[in-house]
């Protein structure tokens, strides 16, 4: 048995192979007319190619061909092998071939597809590292990394040794395997650090930087000082990404040139940590993936926007894969809670093109100490409330008025969102913080509501302005605290 490359001399052979295998065996009847015609030129005149296995007796008994999808990506057509050579590893040669032509032309990626009832071809593909990337009816698509580069996981830990362990095994578990995994140690007083520590002798890819406390975002700015990959991601010590996350996300980046790379993320409970990758799977099940490009101004109005989903999917940095060019001269604040929305819509500000998929890769760990459960702090009220400010600065210096108003309407949107959960709270000093949330409500409420209306042309939009109006009036003729309306905005922002 030998590999050729396809030249006419087997033409007639290699249709006969195709009609036999693809259109008697299997039934599509529909790709005879294909066949009947098939030229190599089509594949060779657009950077493909064909290869033939051929017998002792000079008969076609495999096939395999390379047709370029764009720039970096190619996808494999007319793999088929003889019925009786199949298991011999002819499948596995013709592919050998096919992926040494690909790598020496430049292709970063491969793509093809088969059906949910080939169960040995699924087998075959995912042994030779074909990851699974969307299932379109019953039509299985995969996806294969020729050229990965090198990515920078940047983990800020802090106290967290219960679930730490699990996190680093998911990164170090990944599909993908070029990464440098910096775990910064943001002085924990637990077993954290020891923690990163035994990791950093089972994997050489691990740095650990210990450090003295400073916070989440001064552990991102220290990683990013460090990063030599040319792509960055952000994760916390307790979160879960899923086996092909980088690889996935990667793909993406790389597909469509873009600056950043986003998948979507569900929340599981700390006692379901262990069957985190189950559940992802199971919720990925129910999906048709899509994938989707938008640009720096849609993604920033996604990020302003008003739909709870797209904005939480939007403002987190860590369901992300960045360029890392897009990060240059950005900072963390230090010392400030929600670092996110004090950062993202920079970042965001700096990328022309993000891709984004409705794909699960990422667990959001609801612990039981979780943020979101405890006490609502001032400090947690002052630094939400300031990030909306500031981001309002930030596109008024850039003359971008649209986006100005928006970041506006949604400090007053907050101020309602605070106030109810304070309300609805067990603080001891719930009053003093309803009333201070209530006076910078009202300050930025005369101060902006005016431009708000005019502006905001979104029918959405009106609608919420209409419920902030009301909170506002309400405090000058009902005597009604601010969040009462926040159930009502609630169901607006959700529906």
Known sequence: MKILEYTNKYRQKTIDLLIKVAVNEHGFKDWEKWFKIFENENYIANNGNCYIA??????????????????????VKNFYVEKEYRGTGISQDLL???IKFAKANGYKRLELDSYKEFNRALNFYKKNNFLLAAIENNKYIFSKILSEEKITVIVAIYNIEKY??????????????????????????????????????????????????????????????LAKGKYISFLDGDDYIYPT????????????????????????????????????YIENEKLTIEESIITKKEAINELFGTKLKPYVKKVVVWNKLYNAKVLNNIQFPFGKLHEDEYTTYKILNNSEKIVTTNKILHG????????????????????????????SNFFKDKNNVEIEMKCRRRYLENCIELSGKVLKSENENKEKQLKEIENNFIFNYVK????????NSEEREKQIAKIIIKAYESTKTENKIIGEYWHELEELVNE
């Open 54 to 75: 051929i017998d002792n007796k000079d008969n076609v008994i495999g096939t395999i061909s390379l047709r370029k999808i764009d720039s970096i990506s190619g996808e």
């Open 96 to 98: 050998n071939v096919l």
């Open 164 to 225: 730490l362990e699990n996190c680093i095994k998911s990164i170090i578990n990944q599909n993908y395997k070029d990464l440098q995994i910096l775990l910064i140690d943001d002085g924990s007083t637990d077993g954290s650090g020891e923690i990163c520590d035994k990791y950093a002798k089972l994997d050489n890819r691990i740095e650990v930087i210990h450090k003295k406390n400073g916070g989440l975002a001064d552990a991102r700015n220290l990683g990013m000082s």
């Open 245 to 280: 996350f980088y690889i996935n996300l990667y793909d993406l980046i790389e597909k469509y040139s873009a600056d950043i790379a986003e998948c979507d993320f569900i929340r599981i409970n700390e006692d379901d940590l262990k069957n985190a990758e189950e559940i992802i």
């Open 364 to 391: 959001y760990i609801q612990t039981k100490n979780s943020i979101m459960r405890r006490e609502i702090k001032q400090k947690r009220i002052d630094d939400n409330l300031d990030a909306y400010i500031q981001s």
């Open 448 to 455: 902006y509501i005016k431009d708000i209306i005019l502006y």
